[in-house]
Protein backbone atom coordinates (compact mmCIF):
# COMPACT_ATOMS: atom_id res chain seq x y z
CA UNK A 1 0.00 0.00 0.00
CA UNK A 2 1.55 4.04 -1.62
CA UNK A 3 1.23 5.65 2.21
CA UNK A 4 1.28 8.92 -0.16
CA UNK A 5 0.15 8.99 -3.72
CA UNK A 6 0.06 11.40 -6.53
CA UNK A 7 -1.19 11.30 -9.83
CA UNK A 8 -0.46 12.19 -12.80
CA UNK A 9 3.36 10.83 -12.85
CA UNK A 10 4.22 12.60 -15.45
CA UNK A 11 1.99 15.81 -16.83
CA UNK A 12 2.87 17.53 -20.34
CA UNK A 13 0.55 20.69 -21.48
CA UNK A 14 0.99 24.04 -23.27
CA UNK A 15 0.96 27.27 -21.82
CA UNK A 16 -2.06 28.88 -21.02
CA UNK A 17 -3.70 25.23 -19.92
CA UNK A 18 -5.44 24.55 -16.73
CA UNK A 19 -4.14 21.46 -15.04
CA UNK A 20 -4.66 19.24 -11.36
CA UNK A 21 -2.57 17.53 -9.40
CA UNK A 22 -4.32 15.03 -7.13
CA UNK A 23 -2.74 13.75 -4.07
CA UNK A 24 -4.07 11.03 -1.65
CA UNK A 25 -2.44 9.70 1.67
CA UNK A 26 -3.34 7.03 3.77
CA UNK A 27 -1.62 7.48 7.10
CA UNK A 28 -4.34 9.08 9.03
CA UNK A 29 -2.14 12.20 9.15
CA UNK A 30 -3.92 15.81 9.83
CA UNK A 31 -1.33 17.79 7.87
CA UNK A 32 -0.74 17.73 4.09
CA UNK A 33 1.69 19.96 2.18
CA UNK A 34 2.53 20.97 -1.57
CA UNK A 35 6.00 21.40 -2.35
CA UNK A 36 7.64 22.44 -5.58
CA UNK A 37 11.41 21.30 -6.17
CA UNK A 38 12.87 23.63 -9.07
CA UNK A 39 15.63 22.38 -11.57
CA UNK A 40 18.30 22.92 -8.97
CA UNK A 41 16.49 20.59 -6.52
CA UNK A 42 15.56 23.75 -4.26
CA UNK A 43 12.21 22.37 -2.31
CA UNK A 44 9.61 25.35 -2.02
CA UNK A 45 7.24 24.58 0.21
CA UNK A 46 4.37 25.66 -1.58
CA UNK A 47 0.63 25.20 0.55
CA UNK A 48 -0.05 23.13 4.03
CA UNK A 49 -3.13 22.04 4.93
CA UNK A 50 -4.42 21.04 8.90
CA UNK A 51 -7.91 19.45 8.79
CA UNK A 52 -8.88 20.49 5.54
CA UNK A 53 -7.74 23.95 6.66
CA UNK A 54 -5.41 26.14 4.96
CA UNK A 55 -2.66 26.81 7.41
CA UNK A 56 0.75 27.97 5.10
CA UNK A 57 0.48 29.87 1.88
CA UNK A 58 3.26 30.92 0.69
CA UNK A 59 4.56 33.40 -1.87
CA UNK A 60 2.97 31.44 -4.89
CA UNK A 61 1.02 33.21 -7.94
CA UNK A 62 -2.59 32.76 -7.23
CA UNK A 63 -2.48 30.47 -10.36
CA UNK A 64 -2.03 28.07 -7.92
CA UNK A 65 -4.81 26.93 -5.87
CA UNK A 66 -5.04 23.82 -3.42
CA UNK A 67 -8.09 22.04 -2.23
CA UNK A 68 -8.77 19.52 0.11
CA UNK A 69 -12.14 18.17 0.18
CA UNK A 70 -11.08 15.94 3.21
CA UNK A 71 -8.12 15.15 5.27
CA UNK A 72 -6.72 12.52 3.40
CA UNK A 73 -6.92 14.24 -0.11
CA UNK A 74 -5.20 17.53 -1.19
CA UNK A 75 -5.26 18.63 -4.79
CA UNK A 76 -3.41 21.30 -6.62
CA UNK A 77 -5.31 23.09 -9.56
CA UNK A 78 -3.05 25.45 -11.69
CA UNK A 79 -4.59 28.21 -13.90
CA UNK A 80 -2.81 29.25 -16.83
CA UNK A 81 -0.07 27.69 -17.13
CA UNK A 82 3.21 29.66 -17.54
CA UNK A 83 6.47 28.32 -18.56
CA UNK A 84 7.79 28.99 -15.06
CA UNK A 85 5.74 26.67 -13.52
CA UNK A 86 7.76 23.77 -15.11
CA UNK A 87 8.99 21.79 -11.99
CA UNK A 88 8.53 18.52 -10.03
CA UNK A 89 5.72 18.97 -7.66
CA UNK A 90 5.36 16.94 -4.58
CA UNK A 91 2.76 15.93 -2.01
CA UNK A 92 3.72 15.25 1.75
CA UNK A 93 1.72 14.84 4.65
CA UNK A 94 2.58 14.41 8.86
CA UNK A 95 0.93 13.71 11.74
CA UNK A 96 1.59 17.30 13.10
CA UNK A 97 3.43 20.27 11.45
CA UNK A 98 6.42 19.46 13.32
CA UNK A 99 6.90 15.91 13.14
CA UNK A 100 8.79 14.21 9.95
CA UNK A 101 7.15 14.34 6.50
CA UNK A 102 6.47 11.65 3.95
CA UNK A 103 6.30 12.20 0.31
CA UNK A 104 4.91 11.12 -2.71
CA UNK A 105 6.65 10.30 -5.84
CA UNK A 106 6.12 13.43 -7.36
CA UNK A 107 4.29 14.67 -10.41
CA UNK A 108 6.38 15.99 -13.25
CA UNK A 109 5.09 19.03 -14.94
CA UNK A 110 6.56 20.45 -18.32
CA UNK A 111 5.02 23.43 -19.32
CA UNK A 112 5.70 23.92 -23.51
CA UNK B 1 12.98 31.42 12.54
CA UNK B 2 14.65 28.48 11.88
CA UNK B 3 17.02 27.79 9.06
CA UNK B 4 19.39 25.13 7.49
CA UNK B 5 22.71 25.68 6.07
CA UNK B 6 24.37 22.25 4.44
CA UNK B 7 27.63 23.01 3.37
CA UNK B 8 28.81 21.55 -0.20
CA UNK B 9 26.45 20.69 -2.78
CA UNK B 10 28.26 18.21 -4.30
CA UNK B 11 30.13 15.64 -2.33
CA UNK B 12 32.08 12.76 -3.99
CA UNK B 13 33.53 9.87 -2.51
CA UNK B 14 35.48 6.74 -3.14
CA UNK B 15 33.49 3.48 -2.84
CA UNK B 16 34.04 1.93 0.74
CA UNK B 17 35.10 5.44 1.75
CA UNK B 18 33.72 7.39 4.82
CA UNK B 19 30.43 9.56 4.04
CA UNK B 20 30.13 12.94 5.82
CA UNK B 21 27.18 15.35 4.87
CA UNK B 22 27.37 18.67 6.80
CA UNK B 23 24.39 20.31 8.16
CA UNK B 24 24.44 23.14 10.27
CA UNK B 25 21.01 24.75 11.83
CA UNK B 26 19.22 27.89 13.38
CA UNK B 27 16.70 28.00 15.51
CA UNK B 28 15.59 29.94 18.57
CA UNK B 29 13.82 26.76 20.21
CA UNK B 30 14.66 23.22 20.87
CA UNK B 31 14.83 21.73 17.35
CA UNK B 32 13.48 18.84 15.46
CA UNK B 33 16.01 17.69 13.08
CA UNK B 34 15.75 15.40 10.14
CA UNK B 35 17.81 14.05 7.23
CA UNK B 36 15.93 13.04 3.64
CA UNK B 37 17.82 11.40 0.91
CA UNK B 38 16.24 11.66 -2.57
CA UNK B 39 16.85 8.85 -5.23
CA UNK B 40 16.80 9.77 -9.33
CA UNK B 41 13.43 10.43 -10.38
CA UNK B 42 11.63 9.98 -7.07
CA UNK B 43 10.68 11.50 -3.63
CA UNK B 44 12.09 12.40 -0.34
CA UNK B 45 12.69 9.23 2.55
CA UNK B 46 13.27 9.45 5.84
CA UNK B 47 16.61 8.35 6.66
CA UNK B 48 16.79 9.47 10.26
CA UNK B 49 15.41 11.97 12.60
CA UNK B 50 16.55 13.57 15.72
CA UNK B 51 13.62 14.82 18.59
CA UNK B 52 15.21 14.28 22.02
CA UNK B 53 16.86 11.74 23.70
CA UNK B 54 20.03 10.17 22.18
CA UNK B 55 22.00 12.60 20.35
CA UNK B 56 23.28 10.27 18.05
CA UNK B 57 20.52 8.95 16.43
CA UNK B 58 20.55 5.49 13.78
CA UNK B 59 18.43 5.64 10.60
CA UNK B 60 18.63 3.09 7.67
CA UNK B 61 20.91 1.92 5.03
CA UNK B 62 23.57 2.23 7.67
CA UNK B 63 23.47 6.11 8.22
CA UNK B 64 24.06 7.67 11.42
CA UNK B 65 23.92 11.56 12.41
CA UNK B 66 24.88 13.17 16.22
CA UNK B 67 22.96 16.55 17.29
CA UNK B 68 25.81 18.83 18.67
CA UNK B 69 23.86 21.44 20.48
CA UNK B 70 27.26 23.67 20.90
CA UNK B 71 28.29 23.38 17.43
CA UNK B 72 24.44 23.69 16.01
CA UNK B 73 25.44 20.76 13.73
CA UNK B 74 23.47 17.48 12.22
CA UNK B 75 26.40 15.90 10.26
CA UNK B 76 25.46 12.65 8.67
CA UNK B 77 27.89 9.55 8.28
CA UNK B 78 27.88 6.29 7.06
CA UNK B 79 31.60 4.46 7.51
CA UNK B 80 31.76 2.57 4.00
CA UNK B 81 30.01 4.10 0.80
CA UNK B 82 27.97 2.09 -1.34
CA UNK B 83 27.44 2.67 -4.94
CA UNK B 84 23.49 3.00 -4.09
CA UNK B 85 24.58 5.46 -1.69
CA UNK B 86 24.38 8.09 -4.42
CA UNK B 87 21.49 10.38 -4.27
CA UNK B 88 20.38 13.76 -3.35
CA UNK B 89 20.36 14.08 0.31
CA UNK B 90 18.59 16.80 2.58
CA UNK B 91 18.58 18.37 5.95
CA UNK B 92 16.03 19.72 7.70
CA UNK B 93 14.71 21.48 11.28
CA UNK B 94 11.53 22.30 12.78
CA UNK B 95 10.35 22.75 16.02
CA UNK B 96 6.99 23.70 18.34
CA UNK B 97 4.80 25.55 15.76
CA UNK B 98 7.58 25.41 13.05
CA UNK B 99 7.13 23.34 10.06
CA UNK B 100 9.74 21.75 8.71
CA UNK B 101 12.59 23.87 6.50
CA UNK B 102 14.87 22.26 3.94
CA UNK B 103 18.56 22.84 3.35
CA UNK B 104 19.49 23.18 -0.56
CA UNK B 105 20.36 19.70 -0.40
CA UNK B 106 23.81 17.71 -1.10
CA UNK B 107 24.28 15.34 -4.22
CA UNK B 108 26.57 12.56 -3.29
CA UNK B 109 28.59 10.78 -5.87
CA UNK B 110 30.30 7.24 -5.40
CA UNK B 111 33.17 6.51 -7.26
CA UNK B 112 34.12 3.19 -7.85
Known amino acids: DTAVSQTPKYLVTQMGNDKSIKCEQN?????MYWYKQDSKKFLKIMFS???????INETVPNRFSPKSPDKAHLNLHINSLELGDSAVYFC???????????FGPGTRLTVT | AQSVTQLGSHVSVSEGALVLLRCNYS??????LFWYVQYPNQGLQLLLK??????LVKGINGFEAEFKKSETSFHLTKPSAHMSDAAEYFC??????????FGKGTRLSVIA
Open chain 2, 50 to 55: YTTGAT
Open chain 1, 27 to 31: LGHDT
Open chain 1, 92 to 102: ASSQESIYEQY
Open chain 2, 27 to 32: SSVPPY
Open chain 1, 49 to 55: YNNKELI
Open chain 2, 92 to 101: AVSGPSTPLV
